[in-house]
């Protein structure tokens, strides 16, 4: 049996941050399922909750008042380093959450949406009913689309994007041509192995390493075989 208490790998503690798993089998599906939740901060928690729930349509679920000893939390876990900060979580859809964070306003200085490991936006799937009812709701609240709608994927995955007002990049991306009962989602942007080889190629020339990521690509067949994201 297991020992479910030990890591995955044998690298020494304090080897690296991320040590390379061992004998690691395929996985062809994923081990996660979804987002539960995505955190944002912002300085100004009326108006972004205004944003969520009433522009974007998603019902908010909890609230609360964080406690003290903020500064401990923040070395263990990565919260906020206030104490006593609003925190609320909305309904994204496909049982996933988004948490916000009001920080203290001049307590912390706006992101780099740009920079190494910073977020750099949020994407949301929506039917092509709710793709276009969104783009409605987005201009009747003065909201400015910044980008699109434009095809991101072929033949007929579209995106906008826009801000919203802690200026996070939001993204809502459909499949025109798709089935609204059923988004299939990772169908929709699976490549063929063939296509994935090639482009895992532009990365590395470790053939190993390019037939370990293969072999754990899903097995289910590509919605859109061939497809590519465009360049830029």
Sequence with gaps: MNDLSRPL???PVGSSPHPRAINELPVRAPLLRGIHHLAINTD???TTLDFYVRILGMPLLHG???GVGAAARAVARGNPPFDQIPHYFVDMGGDSTLAIFEFPQSKAPK???NSVAGMQHISFAATP?????MQERLKRNGVEIMFGPKVVLPPNIQSIYF???NGIRLEISADMSGDAADLKVVESVLMDRATMRRELG???DDSAWIDLMLA???ERPPLYPGAKMPAG
């Design 9 to 11: 790998d044998s690298s």
């Design 44 to 46: 100004d928690m009326r």
């Design 64 to 66: 609360l008042i964080t």
């Design 111 to 113: 992101a780099d949406r």
């Design 129 to 133: 009913a709710r793709f276009v009812e």
């Design 163 to 165: 801000f919203d007002p």
């Design 202 to 204: 532009k990365i590395s």
């Design 216 to 218: 754990n690509m899903s």
